[in-house]
């Protein structure tokens, strides 16, 4: 070949086709695909705690995106959840879909653990609460406070995890990550997933139209 | 021209061209085939759904699967044995089969209770040698299927936490299952429960919120 | 919406295999001239068949005596040292980050199996360690390497000196500054959130910037070009330069794609940054130094034109493997998958054209530290990126999806094929641009030994245990912490690999100063890997 500007030019208009394909007709698809009813936008509080989730790299050892049973059985069977569709990430900005399972994943973290009070003690040191976990420990989101004061959310750390005198008390960082990950709860039914044949299940579609108004 | 100088560019080889060998067949015979292939690869996903995300099937809403959002309202539970088998993640969920209580109790229960049913020292209650969990089954029952909050003393401890409610989330029979197995497991040595206790509780409280320790004690007396 | 997306789909399809077909139709038929004429032009009479190796006396009739050798040398100085400060601002700085992000990788390497070491200091989380060591070895690392190699090679490529230099020198100080604010602000947590991405927008315009002032003397000297033909390093290099700025754009575009479609186009990037921008240039370099050391031409004009559309057409549609089984569309997915596959297409093509110019030299390895590492890498080339195409495929991706598997094949793609490459290039470049010798050949040694052995380990434990791994995930059976703690001997053993990757990044950091600084003694020859100044003292 002895055109420069030919070479670059055939490159660019190769990428600006790949950019049709896979950048703007997704966007098009999915910005236009319904967004599941009852998905319930993040309170102030939990945008914060997502930013803490962002900040302290949760995302490079925990998914969000369970796949669908007929294809890997393994993630609905743990009960992480339902398959996701694109309608469940509508207020996810950046998304947090995750590409590795070093740790489970947390979809459905607010609905499998609903205690606050587990979770902001596995953030304060997760081998408090699951022997031989390898997930960091996270006391800089504790105080560590002679005599708590009214108002503060004490967390009950046993020994040998917690401080020798004192309490550990969380910061309104811990509480809204952990608003945060109680709030990845996506139990609700998704209408975009196909659905079964009518016959094969008359009863339970029935009962299902009574629950999705 | 000091030599010296320009050695390392006086010893090199030429700059690199190339040769004009043809294309192997072995290569074109490749390309066709992978052609071929990608073709009949596009048309096997003929068919397949749109929407929702890469290989969704159908499988993802049958019956009873579905997970706990079809036990959102109380009256779901009539699918007892079924419905939110899934949030168990029992994998259990077969209609008929009795619930796996050991494998209900690893998936929902262990992370704060732990395996061994001991707790965690100040924070979560154990279960082995609880007086609430071995009192009368209408306790322990109201306890996991409408949550408990506040100050609370088991076995000689005080704990101050919160207990999240499970009514939504297991169905009678997965209630009575593993309720019945920690009744029954780390030395502990109370009856069984029947998923008919759970529906009577249902039916006496409705969708009540949690409970308190004083509140048991007044409703059900002392454990 | 359906029918259309089915159109386009086919469209895009029948777009890059009839792209294809044209290609080969057009080689057939001599469309593509290639001009032998032209090509000996590029060749300095008396100079085909010498070879950069004085250890064997065939290699020695050409003299530089005639004229026209004479001119050939010059003009090959004249280049080297038109870009002999863009090229080392670059080089240097690479250096310093690859010593910084291995520290990194290390440090969140040991975290995995060792979750309290640094736990207690916010800056030094796992979550921030890691993207700080992706970035640093990726931005700071490979790209600047990448780019100061590129420096050299345009004007050696085009008979020409670099024009604009200095464009290249500001832009590597505005790419420096964009290094550490972004890594700064990583450690303070004001990531952006998607992986590869993660260095905020507003600094961001900063790497944009610094990339297009590269760009600069790379037009000017393709203008004052003193060929015709085009040799296809130079094809790769272009079409690098021209894909990265736009795709770093693109993705980097503020607020711009939320929710899922987000991912979408975080994973084309982050493909798209691998497949078109640090792939193309350590091809390139490949495609330089194998036949430059060599001393005989790359087997097929042919192939090279192949390997070279084929990449352009099909890797630049492959990044949403990464989603497969996600909340992506089928069809989306699907294309992903199929374009994969067909990247065997330019792999296999450049795979020919590498290997089979080394055949009948590979006893050229012994010696030659530029072409072992080169041809490693470009061994490791074929190797990852057909082990790619194979995780691209749903029933194989469905266990190594979300497991240290992936983690393996990334640095078998990123260490053992680009960082090979790059550190067999620098071998090459710094002699002849400090006029100067590598001072220890022992060191050159030792850093061979140290890398190779440690990205083994590397990449063997984390492939096992990343596979052993995905088959126990898809088996609820198996409880998730019985995983976690069959997968720590594999954790373990990437510290030790990475543990000896570093030392060898040390070792090489080192004798890199130690270059700069005109240590050891002067001397006439080449640094090998055997001691052949003797066997060649005259």
Known sequence: MKRALAIMVGAALILLLATLTLVAMPYLQMSAEQVPPDLKPYTEQQQRGRQLYIANGCVYCHSQQPRDPGFAPGDKERGWGRPSVPGDYAYDQPHLLGTM??????????????????????????????????????????????????GDKVVNVPPPYGPESGKIVATDDALALAEYLLALDHTYPAPTLPKVPAKASPKSDESKEQRAP | MNQHDHRAQYREAPEPEEGTRAIPKIVLAWIAILIVWGVGYYAWQIGKPLLGGDSRTAVAMAPGESGPANSESPDASEGSGTSGSQSSGAGSGSAGATPDGAAIYSAQCSACHQANGQGVPGAFPPLAGSEWLQADAAIPVAIVHDGLQGEIEVAGNTFQGVMPRFGGKLSDAELAAVLSYARSEWGNSASEIDPATVAEHKERFGDRGDWSAGELKEVFGEP | MTPTIAILLIITFVLSTVGLLLLIWSIANNQFSHGQAAARTIFSPGEEGHSEDPARPADQPFTGDTSEQAAAIKARWTADQSSRTAVLTWLSSSVFWLLLGSLFGLTSSIKMHLPEFLAASEFLTFGRVRPVHLNAVTYGWASMAGIGVALFLIPRLFKTSLAGGKYAVLGGFIWNIGLVLGLSAITLGLSDGEEWLEFPWQVDVLFVVGGAMCAIPLLLTAANRQVEHLYVTSWYLMAALVWFPILFLIANLPYTFPGASGATVNWWFAHNVLGLWVTPIGIGIAYYMIPKILGKPIISYQLSLIGFW?????????????????????????????????????????????????????????????????????????????Q???????????????????????????????????????????????????????????????????????????????????????????????????????????????????????VFAFHFIAMLMRRGTATEQPTLFRPVVKENAQ
């Open chain 1, 101 to 150: 399972r070093t740790g489970p994943d947390l979809f459905n973290i607010g609905a499998r653990q609903p205690s606050i009070d587990w979770q902001l003690m596995h953030l304060y040191n997760p081998r408090a609460v699951i022997k031989g976990s390898i997930m960091p420990s996270y006391p800089f989101l504790f105080r560590h406070v002679d005599e708590p004061v009214e």
């Open chain 3, 310 to 386: 084929s990449l352009a057409l099909f890797y630049s549609q492959v990044g949403i493997h990464h989603l497969i089984g996600g909340p992506i569309p089928t069809w989306l997915v699907t294309l992903s998958i199929v374009h994969s596959v067909m990247m065997s297409i330019p792999v296999i093509t450049v795979a020919i054209n590498h290997h089979g110019t080394m055949i009948g030299n590979f006893g050229r390895l012994k010696d030659s530290p530029t072409l072992r590492f080169v041809w490693i890498g470009a061994l490791m080339y074929t190797v990852s990126s057909l």
């Open chain 3, 388 to 506: 790619g195409s194979m995780e691209a495929l749903r029933s194989i991706n469905v266990i190594t999806h979300f497991t240290h598997y992936t983690v393996g094949h990334a640095h078998l793609g990123m260490y053992a094929f680009l960082s090979f490459i790059l550190f067999g290039a620098v071998y090459f470049i710094m002699p002849r641009l400090t006029n100067w010798e590598w001072p220890w050949r022992r060191l050159i040694s030792l850093h061979f030994w140290l890398v190779s052995i440690g990205i083994l380990i590397y990449v063997v434990s984390l492939t096992v245990g990343g596979w052993k791994q995905g088959l126990a995930l898809l088996d609820a059976e198996m409880p998730f912490m019985d995983i976690v703690r069959m997968t720590l001997p594999a954790l373990q053993a990437r510290t030790v690999g990475g543990a000896l990757m570093t030392l060898g990044h040390l």
